[in-house]
């Protein structure tokens, strides 16, 4: 049996000795980021991502070792353990198949065929197995017994035939055999059950569905178990009925007859035997094998769908800062008003207030004269605008403010809400912003997200900024284990100021929890400002492991020592300070120095602990010490006089921002507050199997426009210029867009209109990320 290193390095296609490295450390306390970034020599350079899988696989390995534990002490306190069956269960590779090796001595409750055991026909089972020449009936004869209730020859077949039943499906290669037939040639098929077509009106491309187990994606896997869940269709699974063994009904008996050696040789006993493997197919394998296909369809679309948000919300995470500048954020309402929050470069709140340009008040040359003397005196130089109810109204407001302040200089951006509400509400809101009413936070998050979304999204529960399919209906420890991970992995990825970040990010930080985290923004509150790393290890509760997994990720501008700074980490500053000794210079006049610092060989500075891994990474962070890893923000300009769907037209070409990627496609926000899809098909003139490989949420695209279909909200684009419009790309568009409107987030979600501008990599990957298909509720004008 292999070891779990072993098995985990052969997954990875890496050394043993690099898992049990990794291992080592992830065992000692160590987090990913940490092991990634500064423990390279010691790993073999394994990367985040391979570290991350490992993580996984040694969690799924080590519980299955649990497990095997657990059925070999079962096993062997019924005094049934082999060595034959203690093999098989130690070289069992995953839980299914520990599982069907288990099953046989599985404690249950007591079954047909345990009462005929009991009764002593397990003999009579045995006899017409081995002997089909015998007659069945004549052979029971001999097992009638009035006291043991077997009162007739039929009786006895009876519980022969039970216990021949269980014995077939319950043997493990049989069930794996099957499994695989099953899966390989099943199908799934979906009915609309009767008088549900104009409630599941959404669900009606499964209205009459059925497609093979192994062409079946994950959204659509998702939407069939939706539709089930919601009691609108009925699924089934069908066998493959076309290919038979020969001589027998269907594959699936012929094969269970062919694994206890049942053959129809004509014999009295053969035509028994077989209604026996029959009877065994249809009341117990087919159930069985059917369940499990079930789960491995929902478990295979699980793993997709978290894939799928995890990777979106990395995206998102990691767009474009638009940067320390004061920025003007308007939370849209129509009765309520248009909330106004105006953060300084700090993100410092420093105005607020309520402006009612629309319904029922209609206060629009005041509103604007508000909003442009808080931008002139607050010298504000972005606008973000919550992407609610009322957004294009309170859109159409920020350009006329543009455009009759040409003085001011400002830049109007859409920004998503998904989420602003939950932190709203939130304790940390309240201690963040005492005093501010919960309407106005909202306002205030909305303006934070456009200058730092990482900073700002780090505060609301990765669930609730809404960019996956189905996501309610996965399993919560998996989403959040996944999320959690990507979240941790952005914050270190980039790095965090020390000095200004909040709570909810230093406790993304590598080593830091919530309680360590309190503690520092509190020994900050009461103390000033840190001037170094160093003066961290006087906070409460951050001891010397703490310090060693955090201090890499936690940045000091313009403190006492310039590599406070960067991303290196205090343990290297030795290495550092030999580069300076080599070099005869001081500290700041080579931090950023690239000249002199790529005429330096890496080897020359290594040593027992620092490798040339190592060195190059200190190297190329004192020449660009801090460097933020996101792409540089930007805009993109959508088409004048192009703003609702009825002014698209076939053909035209336009720019526009990628809100959503999906296994199918990539949903992009043309500016006609409906988002258009590229189907999979459409995204490059060469095949693509992954859409992320082509685009990510928050990229500026240019599209072709190939129908419009203004009845139904939907637009078909394509990124392929050459395509003729009118024309669809191939693919299941309708049920793609259903995977997208049946699951926006319960937490929070207002109707999304779309922007006239966008904040490129940055305020347009989160403004659309919460969309539902693009369905527009908003009830504009």
Same mark, same amino acid.
């Given at each position: ?122 003999? /009579? ?20 017994? %009035? ?123 053969? *035509? ?49 800062? %638009?940067?320390?500048?004061? +920025?003007?954020? /308007? ?33 629009? #040359? ?29 859109? *159409? =407001? ?12 400002? +830049? ?24 501010? #009413? ?44 996944? =999320? ?13 100021? /020390? ?25 900050? #509150? ?37 590599? #406070? ?40 500075? +290594? ?33 004048? !006089? ?13 720019? !526009? ?48 426009? /190939? ?75």
């Amino acid at each position: 049996m292999l070891s779990i290193g072993q098995r985990i390095a052969n997954e990875l296609n890496v050394q043993e000795w690099q898992v049990k490295a990794a291992v080592d450390l992830l065992d000692g306390g160590s987090t990913v980021p940490f092991i990634a970034r500064y423990r390279k020599e010691v790993t073999g350079t394994l990367d985040d991502a391979q570290l991350r899988t490992l993580e996984e696989r040694l969690r799924y390995l080590r519980e299955m070792e649990d497990r095997r534990k657990t059925i070999l002490d079962s096993i062997r306190e019924q005094g049934k353990l082999t060595d034959e069956l203690a093999l098989q269960i130690n070289n069992a590779d995953t839980k299914a198949r520990l599982e069907d090796l288990y099953l046989p001595y599985k404690p249950k409750r007591r079954t047909k065929a345990q009462i005929a055991k009991e009764a002593g026909l397990e003999p /009579l089972a045995d006899l017409l197995l081995s002997e089909p020449a015998r007659e069945p009936k004549e052979a029971a004869a001999a097992f009638v017994n %009035a006291e043991k209730e077997v009162a007739t020859p039929e009786a006895a077949l009876e519980g022969a035939r039970s216990i021949l039943v269980e014995r077939f499906s319950e043997n493990a290669e049989l069930l794996g055999s099957l499994r695989d037939i099953y899966w390989e040639r099943g199908s799934l098929t979906s009915k609309v059950r009767d008088g549900k077509q104009t409630d599941g009106a959404k669900f009606s491309d499964y209205f009459d569905f059925a497609e093979p187990l192994t062409k079946l994606p994950s959204h659509r896997i998702l939407a069939l178990f939706r539709g089930e869940k919601e009691e609108i269709l009925d699924l089934r699974m069908e066998e493959d009925k076309d290919a038979a063994e020969p001589g027998y009904v269907s594959r699936y008996e012929g094969r269970t007859a062919l694994a206890f050696g049942i053959v129809d040789q004509g014999r009295p006993g053969d *035509k028994w035997l077989l209604e026996t493997v029959r009877w065994a197919w249809r009341t117990k394998l087919r159930f069985s094998i059917e369940l499990d296909m079930k789960m491995k369809l929902w478990q295979l679309a699980e793993d997709e769908a978290v894939k799928v948000f995890a990777g979106n919300l990395r995206d998102l995470l990691l767009a474009a800062p %638009a940067g320390a500048r004061p +920025t003007l954020g /308007l939370d849209p309402g129509y009765r309520t008003g248009v909330k106004v929050a105006v953060v300084d470069a700090t993100g410092k709140v420093v105005a607020t207030d309520t402006i009612y340009p629309h319904e029922p008040k209609r206060q629009w #040359d005041e509103s604007l004269a508000t909003l442009a003397r808080l931008c002139r005196v607050h010298k504000v130089e972005l606008v973000a605008i919550g992407n609610g109810t009322a957004s294009r109204e309170t859109d *159409k =407001l920020a350009a006329e403010l543009v455009s009759k302040h040409p003085d001011l200089k400002l +830049t109007k951006i859409m920004v998503s809400e998904a989420g602003a509400s939950v932190y709203s509400a939130s304790a940390f809101a309240s201690q963040e912003l005492p005093g501010l #009413d919960v309407s106005l936070r909202g306002a205030v998050s909305i303006a934070r997200r456009l200058q730092d979304p990482l900073a700002e999204l780090v505060k609301i529960d990765p669930k609730s900024i809404g960019v996956g399919q189905y996501q309610h209906d996965l399993a919560e420890y998996k989403l959040s284990r996944s =999320l959690d991970a990507v979240v941790e992995d952005c914050v270190n990825a980039v790095g965090v100021d /020390l000095n200004t970040a909040s709570a909810p990010l230093l406790s993304r930080v590598s080593g830091l929890g919530e309680w360590v985290a309190k503690n520092i923004v509190e020994h900050r #509150d009461a103390n000033g400002p840190f001037k170094t790393r160093k003066a961290l290890t006087k906070v409460s509760g951050l001891g010397p492991k703490t310090f060693e997994q955090a201090a890499g990720f936690l940045r000091i501008p313009n403190g006492d020592d310039p590599l #406070d700074a960067s991303g290196v980490h205090p343990e290297a500053y030795p290495v550092v300070r030999r580069i300076l000794e080599a070099t005869k210079s001081d500290i700041k006049v080579v931090i950023g120095n690239g000249a002199v610092l790529k005429k330096l060989n890496p080897q020359a500075f +290594t040593d027992e602990k620092f490798g040339v891994p190592t060195v190059k990474d200190i190297l190329s962070e004192l020449e660009k010490p801090g460097r933020d890893p996101r792409p540089e923000f930007k805009t993109a300009t959508f088409m004048e !006089g192009v703003e609702k769907i009825s002014d698209l037209k076939p053909g035209m070409m336009l720019e !526009g921002v990628v809100t959503n990627v999906a296994a199918f496609g990539a949903f992009v926000d043309v500016g006609v507050h409906q988002d258009g899809l590229v189907h999979i098909s459409a995204l490059a003139d060469t095949f693509v199997k992954d859409p992320r490989t082509v685009v990510k949420p928050g990229d500026i695209v240019k599209v072709k426009v /190939l129908e419009v279909d203004v009845p139904r909200k939907r637009i078909s684009l394509s990124m392929r210029m050459s395509d003729p419009a009118e024309k669809r790309p191939q693919g299941r568009q309708d049920d793609n867009r259903a995977a997208f409107q049946k699951h926006r987030s319960q937490a929070e979600r207002k109707p999304a209109p779309q922007a006239q501008a966008s904040g490129g990599a940055l305020a347009d990957a989160l403004r659309r990320a919460a969309m539902t298909g693009g369905k527009d509720k908003s009830g504009r004008k």
